[in-house]
């Protein structure tokens, strides 16, 4: 029996803001359990929340990016449950009136695009943070209480593990590029569940789902999925019932593990929250926050290979975070030639940020000092061996290139006036390497290269000097 | 809206609430009055009207997103009965989920 499989994903992201989504706390990761938080995240009674504007910018970047309906009109509501976590024993989410619906993501998998639907999306606040200790108590912070998230729910639209993976790539991509979050899997910033279910190939209704929270990369994800589709599969052919349940993904082992068996959907008693007026979001805002959109991943990958002519790697290297490509971007909009600044990125910039456990951010390079020392390298001003000198102490002092070089009088020999009558002196003072010259041996003029570098510090332009060389050489 | 003593069950175990066999029949009573009275706004005829999850005809006000140190993890940690570096320490719970 052929069975197909339906795959649906609830993808939370922790929008960048730089406080809380109801009350002022600051917002900020690794901070000391406890520090950033005040009464409204305590829920002292009395206090009220009061919603941050940025929440709602970033969520509809977000909304526009995945060419969604924004709704007009949206408010918040709680869902009501009791955890050490969440001090008000209830959530503020969006149940009834979402952010957004209807979006997309394009997809393409094996050669064929495909669009996945995103059924929703909506704003609400995270819980605080439960470590578990093995002497019978769990430990709670909560700097993370309040923390804004937005949730995107897909359509059930996915049919296979490698179109899953697919679609948190793009996703993740997407919403990257927006700077709405850092989606850090690894820092929390994006979080995965997934559901899949199958069911015989012709049958209408959807099987029975099983969940996975808390999936720690996307291989896991894929992994999990193919696991599931195998192990539903072997369930129903030998006559047996899948599970409403969740399971979760061992690494060890490449299993999905049962950790409880569902028996309906939880009864969280929502209801519109009080607190709260709805929230009208006019089209003028839209149109706002659409203008200041950065551009996406795409059309960057699309202008760098096909306007710049970068290779399809250098191109990717560049889009794997937004602040390398934005950093790329202001490089070449301050005149640098996009070919080079891709090299001296990829290479230099980012062995640097490697070596020094840094981010771009943190350093002082500036992208029109990269501009700056390359057009110095493409008029010939300093040598690429040069170069390394001087992008070594803009990185770490901040130094103007252009000052620096002139300064350190780095300014590349190539002027034949003064290189002719060395080129002269040291073939005069080298007889045995003329000797070596008319006896074809090309190691003699790498020597005379060499004199006449170390007499010149490493200034003189070796096109330069190569070509004196050897006219001076044919002449003996 | 009926109200039976199931229903009040129900909710009681969503709510963390325990009523004993007496308390329930009396409970059960109360509530069903409660919500009776509540359920008379259902003959105001509201043919037309925009549906609203809200009495007070305003907007919300946003706030700039500018964080604000207000009490110090000390203040805040006052009210708390245990605590351990920092921490706010509970008896352990291992399911989250464990009501779904």
């Given at each position: 029996m052929n069975f197909k499989s339906t795959i649906g994903f609830e993808v939370h992201f922790e929008l960048?803001?730089?406080?809380k989504i109801f009350s002022p706390s600051p917002v900020s990761y690794g901070?000391?359990?406890?520090?950033?938080?005040n009464v409204i995240d305590w829920a002292m009674p009395g206090v009220l929340p009061f919603v941050n504007k940025d929440v709602y910018r970033l969520g509809i970047m977000v909304a526009l990016a995945t060419h969604a309906h924004i709704l007009p009109t949206t408010h918040f509501d709680r869902k009501n449950y009791y955890y050490p976590d969440s001090p008000k024993a209830y959530q503020i989410t969006?149940?009834?009136?979402?952010?957004?619906?209807d979006g997309y993501v394009e997809i393409e998998v094996h050669g064929k695009k495909k669009r996945i639907g995103i059924h929703e999306m909506h704003i609400e606040e995270d819980a605080g943070k439960n470590t578990h200790g093995t002497n019978g108590f769990s430990y709670v912070d909560?700097?993370?209480?309040?923390?804004p998230l937005l949730e995107v729910v897909s359509e059930?639209?996915?049919?296979?593990p490698e179109e899953g993976y697919a679609y948190l790539e793009k996703l993740r991509k997407i919403v990257q590029f927006t700077g709405a979050?850092?989606?850090?899997m690894e820092e929390g910033s994006m979080r995965v569940d997934t559901n899949i279910s199958i069911r015989p190939a012709g049958q209408k209704e959807l099987g029975t789902k099983v969940e996975m929270k808390n999936l720690n990369s996307f291989e896991h994800v894929r992994k999990s999925l193919a696991y599931e589709e195998k192990r539903q599969a072997q369930v129903l052919l030998s006559g047996g019932r899948v599970q409403l349940s969740t399971r979760r993904f061992d690494d060890a082992t490449g299993k999905t593990v049962l950790e409880r068996v569902k028996e309906?959907?939880?009864?969280?008693?929502?209801?519109?929250?009080?607190?709260l007026a709805p929230d009208h979001i006019s089209q003028e805002w839209i149109d706002e926050i659409a203008a200041t959109l950065p551009r996406s991943a795409e059309e960057r990958y699309n202008q760098y290979v096909?306007?710049?002519?970068?290779k399809d790697y250098d191109a990717n290297v560049l889009l794997q975070t937004k602040e390398s490509s934005d950093f790329f971007d202001a490089a070449v909009a301050a005149g640098a030639d996009p070919q080079l600044a891709a090299n001296w990125m990829n290479t230099q910039v980012n062995g640097y940020l490697n070596d020094n456990r840094v981010e771009l951010a943190d350093i002082k390079l500036t992208p029109e000092h990269l501009a700056a020392m390359i057009k110095l390298i493409k008029d010939g001003t300093i040598s690429s061996k040069i170069a390394k000198k001087v992008f070594a102490e803009t990185i770490t002092n901040g130094t103007d290139p252009k000052k620096y070089v002139e300064d350190q009088g780095m300014v590349q020999l190539s002027d034949t006036s003064i290189l002719e009558p060395m080129v002269k002196e040291v073939v005069d003072s080298n007889p045995q390497s003329v000797e070596d010259f008319k006896n074809g041996k090309d190691r003699a003029i790498g020597y005379l290269v060499g004199q006449l570098m170390k007499q010149t510090r490493g200034k003189a332009n070796p096109k330069v000097i190569n070509k004196l060389l050897n006219e001076e050489l044919n002449k003996r | 809206m009926e109200i039976t003593e199931d229903t009040i069950k129900h909710v009681a175990t969503l709510s963390r609430l325990e009523f004993n066999e007496d308390e329930i029949g009396t409970v059960t009573e109360q509530m069903s009055s409660i919500i009776n009275m509540a359920d008379q706004?259902?003959?105001?005829?509201?043919?037309g009207v925009d549906e609203t999850v809200?009495?007070?005809?305003r907007d919300t006000v946003f706030r700039e997103d500018k964080p604000e140190h207000w009490q110090s993890r000390a203040e805040l940690m006052k009210n708390v009965p245990e605590q351990a570096n920092g921490f706010i320490k509970v008896p352990v719970i291992i399911n989250k989920d464990e009501d779904e």
């Open positions: 960048k803001t730089k406080s901070a000391e359990a406890n520090t950033e938080t969006q149940f009834f009136q979402p952010l957004a619906r909560l700097n993370r209480q309040g923390v059930p639209e996915i049919a296979d979050s850092d989606v850090k309906g959907d939880a009864d969280y008693r929502y209801f519109p929250e009080p607190d096909n306007d710049f002519g970068l | 706004l259902s003959e105001v005829d509201t043919e809200q009495v007070v005809d």
